[in-house]
C-alpha cells in the first residue's frame, strides 16, 4: 500500500514562515508528479505547487515568489517552504503523489491525509 504522511502544519503569524514536509512509501515504481495543494473552507481545492519528475516546478499565481517546492528523490520526500505567509494562505494542505505501483496498472494519484496550516494578522 501506498501512504502519505505530511507534517510541519501549524499556526504562524503572518509574514512569518512555516515548512512543510510529506514522505511517501510502499509500492512505488515510478513518480509522475508530486505537489501541495490545499483547501480553505468553503472553498475549493487549488493546486498550491507541483514538480513533475524531470520537469519544472510551477506555482499557483497567488504563492509566487513567496513559497518553494522542493524534492528529495531518495527519500520520497516532497516539501513547501512557506516564506511571507499571509492570512489568506489558511488552508489544509495536502500532499499529493501521482504515480504507478507497477509496470502493469497505470497511474494514480495518492493524497496525504492533510495538515492544518493557521496564519493570523
Known amino acids: 500500500q501506498v501512504q502519505l504522511v505530511e507534517s510541519g502544519g501549524g499556526l504562524v503569524q503572518a509574514g512569518g514562515s512555516l515548512r512543510l514536509s510529506c514522505t511517501a512509501s510502499?509500492?512505488?515504481?515510478?513518480?509522475?508528479?508530486m505537489g501541495w495543494y490545499r483547501q480553505a473552507p468553503g472553498k475549493q481545492r487549488e493546486l498550491v505547487a507541483e514538480?513533475?519528475?524531470?520537469?519544472?516546478?510551477r506555482y499557483a499565481d497567488s504563492v509566487k515568489g513567496r513559497f518553494t517546492i522542493s524534492r528529495d528523490n531518495g527519500k520520497n520526500t516532497v516539501d513547501l517552504q512557506m516564506d511571507s505567509v499571509k492570512p489568506e494562505d489558511t488552508a489544509v494542505y495536502y500532499c499529493?503523489?501521482?504515480?504507478?505501483?507497477?509496470?502493469?496498472?497505470?497511474?494514480?494519484?495518492?493524497w496525504g491525509q492533510g495538515t492544518q496550516v493557521t496564519v493570523s494578522s
Open positions: 499529493n503523489m501521482n504515480a504507478k505501483k507497477d509496470v502493469w496498472t497505470r497511474a494514480g494519484d495518492y
Open positions: 510502499g509500492s512505488i515504481r515510478s513518480i509522475n508528479v
Open positions: 514538480i513533475p519528475t524531470g520537469g519544472s516546478s
